[in-house]
């Protein structure tokens, strides 16, 4: 019989079996006859209904396998997909763990000139699929719940599953201007088993599917890259060779879409050329977008920025400029003071150039000497039974990334994949201000109101 799984507080079940990655799987008013959507039946959850349950009704640790656990029970044998519209995403957040990693990853290039890009929202739902295989108390899932607390999340298995599925269910099911899509999956070598209960959370809370390939046939990237094209639309192709494929017996993967609209789109008179000084002191000719106007300023000892709305209020592109003209690491700047001292109503002449930058980095390294190195260590097998039937370790945590600045809006997509093999890896007033971002500057799409950093950027060249 299949293990019941622990459910989320305030959550109605909607059966969704997520076979492919797509750019947009949100509900619309009218769903095509043939579409999988028109099978979705919703649970009304009010409070004269007895399945609505407060999660955070007592802070003891509970063990998530626990089946005596009634808090957080689906019905048994369901592949419902759980939806928690209602959750309360709390205002207190600090950008210190991505912007730490971003810094590292920048360290560990020799070419001062190197833009990179980091989604911090992919990055912390890749490691939660591992958090969720973590046996109970284990350094690994302690290390995870401790990673992630630095980064928004409770410091509680139950509600950082809770948290993710909330923004999950944000994004798909918000009647949001924006396309904003998050989806998971789990692949496992043949001769690996994932756990059922594994694959049970999987489906219902994070979106997800899991799926048996043989690692050694080439066509089983193919499978996999074309899940991450679809779930990114068409923006990442491909995350996985078939020869990285081969050395590995597990991958999980999370994939992140964004596509919004400018609320003030720039008109065309205000993009012009403009020369943008790279951090190496060279120039390049770009395209800058001008608006002026009114809109949120910010500063700090060592940084302003500005905020740009999408056509949804909570989803803003943010454009963060040093003070000083030199080189500059994004930790230094201290964003999370900056954010917390917004000033409404002042007039601000912005420039953003138009940029196209896709970016590829390897995090292992930067994680591992950043509080994961319990969760990422040679011979670990923390993992075993709650994720596989085989101790697996973590071999490397890539992530992929794309962004599309222009003068209509943004595209920008993620993609996280976390390798894991049998063997241990080894350690690898009125006043008008302008801020014109025409040197190395930082940029972030982020969330207001759920309070999640999208993307994060620092562009040290175009």
């Known amino acids: 019989m299949k293990k019941r799984i622990l459910s989320i507080a305030l959550c109605a079940a909607m059966v969704i079996t997520v076979f492919t990655g797509c750019g947009d799987t949100r509900v619309t008013p009218d769903i095509p006859t043939d579409h999988p959507l028109n099978n979705v039946s919703i649970v009304d959850v009010t409070d004269d209904n007895p399945s609505k349950i407060d999660s955070t009704e007592n802070d003891t640790k509970i063990s998530k396998h626990d089946d005596s656990d009634q808090r957080f029970r689906l019905i048994e044998d369901s592949d419902d997909f759980i939806v928690n519209t209602e959750y309360d995403f709390d205002s207190d957040y600090s950008l210190n763990n991505i912007t730490t990693v971003l810094d590292y990853v920048e360290h560990e290039s020799d070419n001062v000139n190197e833009n990179t890009i980091l989604s911090e929202t992919s990055l912390n739902m890749a490691l939660s699929l591992l958090l969720e295989g973590a046996g109970d108390n284990t350094e690994s899932y302690n290390a995870l719940i401790n990673y992630l607390n630095g980064c928004n999340y409770p410091n509680d298995f139950l509600r950082i599953r809770s948290r993710n599925n909330a923004l999950i269910s944000r994004y798909l099911f918000d009647d949001l201007n924006s396309r904003m899509s998050i989806a998971n999956s789990a692949w496992f070598n043949t001769g690996v088993t994932p756990a059922p209960a594994y694959v049970d959370v999987l489906s219902a809370y994070y979106n997800g599917r899991v799926q048996s ?175 596989s039937d085989t101790p697996l370790s973590v071999s490397d945590v890539i992530q992929m990334t794309y962004v599309d600045v222009n003068p209509e809006g943004t595209e920008a997509a993620a993609v996280t994949a976390i390798t894991l093999e049998k063997s241990a890896a080894p350690v690898r007033d009125t006043e008008v201000h302008e801020i014109i971002l025409d040197r190395p500057f930082v940029f972030m799409i982020y969330d207001t109101e759920a309070h999640e950093c999208l993307f994060i950027g620092k562009i040290n060249s175009l």
């Open 213 to 387: 390939l043989d690692f050694s046939d080439a066509t089983s990237a193919e499978i996999i890259n074309s899940w991450c094209d679809g779930a990114t639309d068409g923006c990442i192709p491909s995350i996985i060779s078939p020869e990285v494929l081969r050395l590995n017996d597990g991958l999980l993967i999370n994939a992140l879409y964004f596509s919004g609209t400018w609320a003030n789109p720039f008109d065309d008179h205000n993009c012009r050329e403009a020369v943008f000084t790279n951090a190496d002191g060279s120039t390049s000719t770009v395209t800058m977008m001008y608006d002026y106007g009114y809109t949120t300023y910010y500063e700090s000892n060592w940084c302003e920025g500005f905020m740009k709305p999408y056509e949804d209020s909570n989803l803003v592109f943010i454009g963060i400029l040093p003070k000083e003209n030199a080189n500059f690491a994004v930790n230094d700047l201290d964003i999370d003071d900056m954010l917390s001292n917004p000033v409404h109503g002042y007039e601000v002449n912005i420039g953003i150039p138009q940029f196209k930058i896709s970016d590829e980095n390897h995090l292992f390294n930067a994680l591992y000497n950043n509080g994961l190195a319990p969760a990422f260590r040679s011979g670990n097998t923390d993992y075993l039974e709650y994720l």
